[in-house]
């Protein structure tokens, strides 16, 4: 497996180097945002792990950028901004997973293993489209309509909703939800699953009047028709 890690603290990203060789990975290194961002775009990695504060071009606009080019491609940020507000901007501009430093380095092997599954899992999907009552998304162009009617989502977004699509009818927890969804343990401390959800439902349910999103109270969350 290629890894780019975009991390401006040499140390650490010898560290984690070293730690993902030793694990048969290979890596290549960029000590900037506008290295990272030239290497992302030229070259095929099957997984990017970068830092959020970056000289040059910060982790959240290179995040965007690289999403935007490369809509499928993996990637990890790694920071020491852990708030709910943090991770939630984090995912907003399209990283796959967020870890909080300082980390232990098993942790990160795990992310990396989940998150390359689950992008292997959807790549290789039999269909390409998801369609329940008037609402579609399309797992090839990554686009979601309802009623014929285009909705802009984040690319977590986007992943929320497919998982929730393809278990529609079934009532899900917030604990399934972090661990299928962000690869993550749910913390009952923080509240970013609600707030995605209310995100997705002021996309998809607000301007309508049959509601597919509802909350089973004490339990979690549901996709269903009316």
Not at 40 to 61: C, K, T
């Amino acid at each position: 497996m290629k890894v780019l890690v975009i991390e401006d603290e040499h140390r650490v990203a010898d560290l984690i180097k070293r730690g993902l060789e030793e694990q048969q990975f290979s890596v290549e290194l960029a000590f900037d945002g506008a290295i990272g961002k030239k290497m992302a775009l030229q070259y095929e990695y099957d997984i990017i792990i970068m830092d959020v504060i970056l000289p040059q071009i910060n982790g959240l606009d290179l995040c965007r950028q690289i999403r935007t080019a490369k809509p499928h491609l993996p990637i990890i940020m790694l920071t020491a901004l852990g708030t709910t507000d943090d991770k939630v901007e984090g995912l907003d501009a399209g990283a796959d997973d967020y870890l909080v430093k300082p980390f232990d380095f098993r942790e990160l092997l795990a992310r990396i293993r989940n998150v390359t599954k689950r992008h292997n899992m959807v790549s290789f999907s039999n269909s390409s489209i998801l369609k329940i009552a008037d609402l579609e998304l399309n797992l090839q162009t990554m686009g979601a309509l309802r009623n014929g009617k285009e909705i802009s989502l984040t690319p977590k977004e986007f992943k929320l909703l497919e998982y929730m699509m393809r278990n529609s009818g079934r009532v899900l927890t917030r604990v399934e939800i972090a661990e299928k969804v962000w690869d993550t343990t749910f913390d009952t401390g923080t509240n970013f699953i609600d707030v995605y959800i209310n995100y997705l439902r002021k996309k998809i349910d607000k301007d309508y009047e049959v509601k597919l999103i509802h909350t089973k109270p004490g339990v979690g969350f549901i996709l269903k028709e009316g």
